[in-house]
């Protein structure tokens, strides 16, 4: 095992090549239930920001336990592993924030014209502690191609201004009591894709080029706005500093 207080350049493009990703939480409390969610990459726009930063494009679901745990704790361990290839295991430790959908926020991140279809939030993660490990157990599998079933169910409730109550029903408490959701269910903008359009005119489903296409725009485009933030915030408080020195 290899352990580093950042994610190193080799491990990142690695990481990039992966078709999906393991997301691993758990409640304060000790009967509470820890949860274990498999993501599909494509399907899921994950983005390194820098060596100690990613965020991850969350998706609806029947369950909003990723969520309410972050919120109550802000512990979370991403984990990618090799199934193809040679054998490597990626855990990276940090603390996690939610943006729902509607907020600015997730706007910064996503813009209305680039999310995935049942996107709700993004989960921004402060990574303190990336390790590999061997992996040398896990079996070899054949990659043939993503599931579209999780589009489609949200594209079908989108379509039909159904998504929020979905949301309402669903996401609002985790299975341990947690607070779930607390605004994308009432914001004032309702959710819908620019891929929806491109379903009733096209009549087709996006390829896994098309989505990984969207997955470079969406952190590319996503990465200039944090940047820029960063860096307004650095001009400001130059600014504020240089004042405060010429006053003295």
């Known amino acids: 095992m290899k352990v580093y207080d950042h994610i190193p350049e080799d491990q990142i493009e690695w990481a990039r090549q992966q078709k999906m990703f393991w997301v691993a939480t758990a409640p304060l409390s000790d ?11 494509l399907g899921t726009t994950f ?27 802000g512990r979370i361990t991403i984990l990618f592993h090799a ?5 490597r295991i990626l855990r ?58 999780l589009d489609n169910f ?11 109550a979905y949301w309402e029903k669903s996401n609002l408490k985790s299975i341990d009591g947690l607070p779930g959701m607390q605004n994308a269910h009432r914001a004032s903008v309702a959710p819908a894709t620019v891929r929806q359009a491109v379903h009733e005119v096209q009549q087709t ?9 969207k997955r470079d725009t969406v952190c590319a485009v996503g990465g200039f706005f944090v940047g820029l933030l960063v860096a307004i915030m650095v001009m400001r408080f130059s600014v504020q500093a240089r004042q405060l020195v010429l006053a003295l």
């Open 47 to 73: 983005c390194f920001v820098d060596k100690n930063r990613v965020w991850y494009e969350d998706l609806t679901g029947s369950g909003i336990e990723t969520l309410a745990h972050l919120r109550e704790n």
């Open 92 to 149: 990276l430790h940090g603390r996690g924030v939610v943006h729902e959908f509607g907020t600015p926020e997730y706007e910064r991140y996503i813009s209305s014209y680039e999310r995935s279809p049942g996107s709700r939030g993004v989960i921004v993660v402060d990574v303190h502690r990336a390790s590999t490990s061997c992996g040398f157990a896990i079996p070899f599998y054949e990659y043939k191609g993503d599931r579209l079933a």
């Open 205 to 213: 489903t996006p390829t896994a080029t098309d989505l990984q296409r």
């Open 83 to 87: 199934f193809s290839g040679g054998p």
């Open 154 to 164: 949200a594209l079908k409730k989108e379509e039909k201004g159904a998504l929020q």
């Open 31 to 41: 009967s509470g239930h820890v949860n274990v969610s498999p993501k599909g990459i």
